[in-house]
């Protein structure tokens, strides 16, 4: 999930696993959006809305450790060393990060002007049902949504609610599945009408750069060289990388070792290894980074209100280099 829905965070010196706790002394901010024309572009600043119920999940649906008490139990301790997957794991995945991509591919023609994110939530939620899989983010740490939806100065974790989508907006959606026992997981950053340049700029820089964290991988590589790829191609572009916004590993269990960090501020110890799986997600923004969670817990804004946008594969390390798995 990226989630998105809930990577570990590294955050303010310490790793924090799943959601970051609120703090006391995070703002609460308005309900609505208010427009903002500046040197970042002109587009409308997103607060928080209304959040419908959870939907329902029948019961015939195969369930993740955490789908009724939001507690995942089965997630590896992130000090343990990744996990090497068998070629029968690796064909799970395979299937669940096809699945993921799919999904996310059916959500874009849906984010039209006028559609709200939790229309796109209600979508994402009953094609994955429909599939007999489950919507990984759901009750995940108590997330009530079944996809995570991030609009312009949200840069990860947006709860989908009932603001409709607005000409000029930049949104990343974030899909998450869970099938036949296996995570798959991938994101993308969309136009919606009309974007400006700096906006446009800036989605399709963070798709470069997601890449060129993912064209540092392969085996006997160190996993410090993703972030310095992702980092490098976004200054040469005059763009920020997120720090605390993460990769993650993934399998059986939604989030694991190895952390993956996308700027040079942090190092994740280690080689890549051959069977492996984790997700390359950097979120990429116009300021310079700093980010707080909204009084939802979830939601991850700019402190300066800039843009930002967000690309995630998983990918599995291979004897000669690597695979992403959510094409």
């Known amino acids: 999930m990226a989630m998105n829905v809930c990577k570990t965070a590294a955050a303010y010196g310490r790793w924090f696993v799943g959601r970051t706790p609120p703090r006391p002394w995070m703002p609460a901010r308005c309900l609505w959006t208010k427009f903002r024309a500046n040197n970042f ?7 928080l809305g209304n959040v419908s119920d959870p939907r329902p999940v029948p019961e015939y649906v195969t369930l993740p450790s955490y789908a009724k008490t939001g507690r995942p139990v089965d997630e590896p301790d992130h000090d343990r060393p990744p996990e090497v997957q068998n070629a029968g794991q690796i064909e799970m995945l395979r299937q669940s990060c096809k699945f993921a991509k799919f999904v996310l591919d059916s959500a874009k023609d849906r984010l039209t002007v006028g559609t709200t994110t939790d ?11 429909d599939n007999n899989a489950y919507p990984s983010p759901l009750n995940y740490r108590w997330f009530k949504k079944s996809v995570c939806t991030s609009v312009n100065n949200v840069v990860c974790h947006g709860v989908p609610d009932d603001r409709p989508l607005v000409d000029g907006d930049l949104i990343s959606v974030d899909v998450s599945v869970y099938l036949n026992g296996f995570h798959g997981d991938c994101a993308a950053t ?6 400006d340049e700096p906006g446009r700029k800036l989605a399709k820089v963070a798709e470069k750069c997601t890449y060129a964290g993912i064209e540092a991988c392969g085996p006997g590589k160190s996993f410090a060289d993703i972030g310095r790829a992702i980092e490098l191609y976004a200054r040469q572009h005059d763009l920020s990388v997120v720090p605390s ?24 110890p280690g080689v890549m290894k051959p069977g492996m799986v984790f997700t390359v997600e950097p979120v990429i923004c116009q300021g310079d980074g700093d980010v707080e969670i909204l009084e939802d817990s979830w939601t991850i804004v700019t402190v300066d209100d800039s843009r930002g946008a967000q690309f995630e594969h998983t990918i599995l390390i291979t004897d000669r280099g690597y695979e992403i798995l959510t094409v």
């Open 41 to 47: 572009g002109a587009y409308e600043v997103v607060c």
């Open 119 to 129: 229309d796109l939530d209600r979508f994402v939620h009953d094609l994955i049902i």
């Open 190 to 195: 969309y136009c919606v009408g009309d974007v």
């Open 245 to 268: 916004i993460t990769g993650h590993g993934i399998g059986t269990y939604f989030h694991g070792p190895p952390t993956i960090f996308h700027s040079t501020l942090h190092v994740y």
